[in-house]
């Protein structure tokens, strides 16, 4: 059974750095491109970043391009975002997503964890 | 980069109902267009693939179609726990994707 489960959120102060993971099991992590999206409280899902199966290409949106760095450790079955200078406009929840094979819907997601940048 | 725009963004119906939301992409994307559907307080779940292949343990009552630039997404008789919100996803540049801006689908 494929699970993502995110951990590493919390309340961070404007500035702040926090780095959240995403634990992948029940398929063959290095295979898949992964991905992380974000809510804000009661608005929609943002794209945020992507990697590719081969750790090649990697994407970020605009809002967070130059702050936020995607990567994996392919041992460890674990994705990562480490996220710096943090706004209070990167409050969310965060997901992991894995993208189907060779696509670009994604087909699991985890639960999210919160992120919440206030002082 | 690629827009995506839903509408409606909110809408009410009753079980029973058919019920149609369109999504429509800045510019052409093929068949590249996913649909999620979320529940409060819930990850987001794939729905239809390429504009218009059912997902997995998907009930056959969802239905997708379009290609280009308008997409529907389409509930044939709508049931009481498919009040969610909605999501398009384009997904042309597979590692770029942009979500629309969701419609809310709510129970009249």
Redesign the interface.
């Known amino acids: 059974e494929v699970q993502l489960v995110e951990s590493g959120g919390g309340l961070v102060k404007p500035g702040g750095s926090l780095r959240l993971s995403c634990a992948a099991s029940g398929f063959t992590f290095s295979s898949y491109s992964m991905n992380w999206v974000r809510q804000a409280p009661g608005k929609g899902l943002e794209w945020v970043s992507s990697i590719s199966s081969s750790d090649i290409y990697i994407y970020y949106a605009d809002s967070v391009k130059g702050r936020f760095t995607i990567s994996r450790d392919i041992a460890k079955s674990s994705l990562y975002l480490e996220m710096n200078s943090l706004r209070a406009e990167d409050s969310a929840v965060y997901y992991c997503a894995r993208a189907g094979y060779r696509s670009g819907w994604y087909d699991y997601w985890g639960q999210g964890t919160l992120v919440t940048v206030s002082s | 980069?690629i827009q995506m725009t839903q509408s409606p963004s909110s809408l009410s119906a009753s079980v029973g109902d058919r019920v149609t939301i369109t999504c429509r992409a800045s510019q052409s994307i093929s068949s590249?267009l996913?649909w999620?559907q979320?529940k409060p307080g819930k990850?987001?779940?794939?729905l239809i693939?390429?504009a218009s292949s059912l997902?997995s343990g998907v009930p056959s009552r969802f239905s997708g179609s379009g290609s280009g630039t308008d997409f529907t997404l389409t509930i044939s008789s709508l049931q009481p726990e498919d009040f969610a919100t909605y999501?398009c996803?384009q997904?042309?540049?597979?590692?770029?994707?942009?979500?629309?801006?969701?419609t809310k689908l709510e129970n009249k």
Request: proline share 4%.
């Open positions: 980069d590249y996913n999620y979320q990850a987001p779940k794939l693939y390429a997902q999501y996803q997904s042309y540049n597979t590692l770029m994707c942009s979500f629309g801006q969701g």
